[in-house]
């Protein structure tokens, strides 16, 4: 089955340490997103990539970090810079950057004490 | 800049028809597409509108004005299940990113 799998499903961090988040696709899409989700809030886009080896800051960039060595792959590390970094963390992709259908994972709910 | 506004919340009564908006101000405007959200789930696609007019999916209907910059998702024959937010989404350039609304939390009551 195609699909995106992000894990861990839940993961618990302490304060000042950085913590990599998994994300990785079988559909072959050439396009990957990171969103930061919190409480009764919309999606706020981290990081984008277009093609591989090549991402691009999203609206809340800061404090994070990525890489797209593998079409099927992009890891966001959250770093100790990111001042408030627990929140419900969603990858995507879609075929193509405009693609009007984006593909999520299941996300991964970060807390950070 | 860019901005889209959406209702924070709705309720509706089982089996009846709920409708919701979304207005926008984006740099460019190809099209706006749907999402829905369960509470801790991922979103999931619902339909996308590139020119005026209403598209019909099942129980959900989706209209867009250009000249108006406004759509609204509609939902007929309200099930419990559909109790989610749903989110609007514009498509405003050839190579950028969607750029989401803040969401609709919609509640469903017998």
């Known amino acids: 089955d195609g699909g995106i799998t992000q894990s861990p499903k839940y993961l618990f961090r302490k304060e000042g340490q950085n913590v990599t988040l998994s994300c990785e696709q079988n559909?072959?899409?050439?396009?990957m997103y990171w969103y930061r989700q919190d409480p009764g809030q919309g999606l706020r886009l981290i990081y984008y990539?277009?093609?591989?080896?090549?991402?691009q800051k999203g609206d809340i960039a800061e404090g994070y970090s990525v890489s797209r060595e593998k079409k099927e792959s992009f890891p966001l590390t959250v770093t100790s810079a990111q001042k408030n970094p627990t929140a419900f963390y969603l990858c995507?992709?879609?075929?193509?950057?405009?693609?009007?259908?984006?593909?999520f994972g299941p996300g991964t709910r970060l807390t950070v004490t | 800049g860019q901005s889209l506004e959406q209702p924070s919340e709705v309720t509706a009564v089982e089996g009846a028809i709920v409708q919701i908006n979304c207005t926008y101000q984006?740099?460019?405007?190809?099209?706006l597409s749907w999402y829905q959200q369960h509470d801790g789930g991922a979103p999931t696609f619902l339909s996308y509108?590139?020119?005026?007019g209403l598209e019909e999916t099942g129980r959900f209907s989706s209209f867009l004005s250009r000249s108006d910059s406004y759509g609204y998702l509609l939902l007929q024959e309200l099930q419990m299940k559909d109790s989610a937010s749903y989110f609007c989404?514009?498509?405003?350039?050839?190579?950028?990113?969607?750029?989401f609304g803040k969401g609709t939390r919609l509640s469903v009551i017998a």
């Open positions: 995507a992709s879609s075929d193509g950057t405009s693609g009007y259908e984006q593909y």
């Open positions: 559909l072959n899409h050439d396009a």
């Open positions: 990539s277009q093609i591989v080896n090549d991402f």
């Open positions: 984006t740099s460019g405007f190809y099209g």
């Open positions: 509108n590139a020119l005026d």
């Open positions: 989404a514009v498509r405003n350039s050839g190579n950028t990113p969607l750029v």
